[in-house]
Every structure is written in structure tokens, then in C-alpha cells.
């Protein structure tokens, strides 16, 4: 298994362009999310996903959109890129186990915008 | 609302110390506790976790026990190694989202030089 990939792994956007941050699983987990991760604040959480065709806002949405067409995919879609959007995105699949949940994160996307 | 606090790094020991890097929580229930570590260039693993009062997760030699009377969910290990140097995050989901959203401490950042 891959786990949970995501791409790219650097990306420097200028003010005002827009992308899309790619994750999949090949896992068959139910829940994804997004987290950003900013020095000395952790991971906080951006969108996250129940399954296809469900998503929902996490903490810090405002600036992201994101979809859930399939349970593998998970796409998080910067619409119009602000230097307060420079950070690490993770993108994390999770699946219960007991009375919690273990989750999974990518590599991540080191993402800058000038 | 629900939060963790972790002490605040860098933390810097020498091969074979003895580790601790102290973690309290607010939440109301019962929430899942976790420990995540973070290496160098990589994503977040799942290190160990404690489900309810007085479990003790443990693993690769580290080792936590959930507290339910001081809110805390300190790491500690008996011996660190050079290997041992990354970040770690404790982290809690709250009983109210299924488990599976998860609040995260900022981060400990831990130096072992040989």
C-alpha cells in the first residue's frame, strides 16, 4: 500500500493564483481532512470529509474549497492564494479503531505565496 | 472549547536520558488522547494513544498514561536515542465529533545528541 500520497511536495504560488492540493488513499478510509500546520500553532484543520460526497468545514476553511467524488480522492482547491496561506498542508485518512480513531497523514505540500 | 497544551521546546538530551515532554488537556467527556511524532521532512505518525481513564498507550519504548484527575497525558521514555529527535504532538479527539477530529498541541520539539 502507498498509504496516503499527496502532490506536490513544493509549490510557490504568486498572489492571487489559484491551485489544487492532491491527496489520495488506497487505504479504504472513510474520513479524510486537511490540516495546515504553522510554526507554534500545530495542525489545524482546514476541511474534512465523513465519505463520498460528504464534506464539511473544519477551523480555518475560509480561502479552501474542497470535494469528495470517490473515497480515494480528496482535493483541497486554493481559490485565490494569500501570503496568510503560506504553510505545510497535510492531508490525513482515518478509520476507527476501538473507541477512537487512528489517522494517517501524508508526506505533505510545502506551499509559498509571494 | 476543547484544547491541548504542551511544554514548549526545543527539548535537548543526551543519548540514553530519560524523556519527558508533559501534556494537558481541556476537553469535557471523555476524549481519545494521542501522541504523534514527526521526523524530519515527513508527515505525522501515530506513536501511541489511550482511550479511556487509566489506559497506558505504549510504544517503541515510549509510554503515556491518560489522567483523568490532572487532564494530563504525559510522554516519557527511559532511554532516548539519536533516532528519537523529531517532533511530537500530543493530540485529543473530542467524544462529540466520533473521534475521528482531532486537536492537536503545538508541538515539542526534541534534540538527542549522541
Known amino acids: 500500500n502507498a498509504g496516503v500520497t499527496q502532490t506536490p511536495k513544493f509549490q510557490v504560488l504568486k498572489t492571487g493564483q489559484s491551485m489544487t492540493l492532491q491527496c489520495a488513499q488506497d487505504?479504504?478510509?472513510?474520513?479524510m481532512s486537511w490540516y495546515r500546520q504553522d510554526p507554534g500553532m500545530g495542525l489545524r484543520l482546514i476541511h474534512y470529509?465523513?465519505?463520498?460526497?460528504?464534506?464539511d468545514q473544519g477551523e480555518v476553511p475560509n480561502g479552501y474549497n474542497v470535494s469528495r467524488s470517490t473515497t480515494e480522492d480528496f482535493p483541497l482547491r486554493l481559490l485565490s492564494a494569500a501570503p496568510s496561506q503560506t504553510s505545510v498542508y497535510f492531508c490525513?485518512?482515518?478509520?476507527?479503531?476501538?473507541?477512537?480513531?487512528?489517522?494517517?497523514f501524508g508526506p505533505g505540500t510545502r506551499l509559498t505565496v509571494t | 472549547g476543547d484544547s491541548v497544551t504542551q511544554m514548549e521546546g526545543p527539548v535537548t538530551l543526551s543519548e540514553e536520558a530519560f524523556l519527558t515532554i508533559n501534556c494537558t488537556y481541556t476537553?469535557?467527556?471523555?476524549?481519545?488522547l494521542f501522541w504523534y511524532v514527526q521526523y524530519p521532512g515527513e508527515g505525522l505518525q501515530l506513536l501511541l494513544k489511550?482511550?479511556?481513564?487509566?489506559d497506558k498507550g505504549s510504544n517503541k519504548g515510549f509510554e503515556a498514561t491518560y489522567r483523568k484527575e490532572t487532564t494530563s497525558f504525559h510522554l516519557e521514555k527511559g532511554s532516548v536515542q539519536v533516532s528519537d529527535s523529531a517532533v511530537y504532538f500530543c493530540?485529543?479527539?473530542?467524544?462529540?465529533?466520533?473521534?475521528?477530529?482531532?486537536?492537536f498541541g503545538a508541538g515539542t520539539r526534541l534534540f538527542v545528541k549522541a
Open positions: 490525513a485518512s482515518s478509520y476507527r479503531v476501538d473507541a477512537g480513531y487512528e489517522q494517517y
Open positions: 487505504m479504504n478510509h472513510e474520513y
Open positions: 470529509s465523513v465519505g463520498a460526497g460528504i464534506t
Open positions: 476537553a469535557t467527556g471523555y476524549p481519545s
Open positions: 489511550a482511550t479511556k481513564a487509566d
Open positions: 493530540a485529543l479527539s473530542p467524544p462529540n465529533t466520533g473521534g475521528f477530529k482531532t486537536i
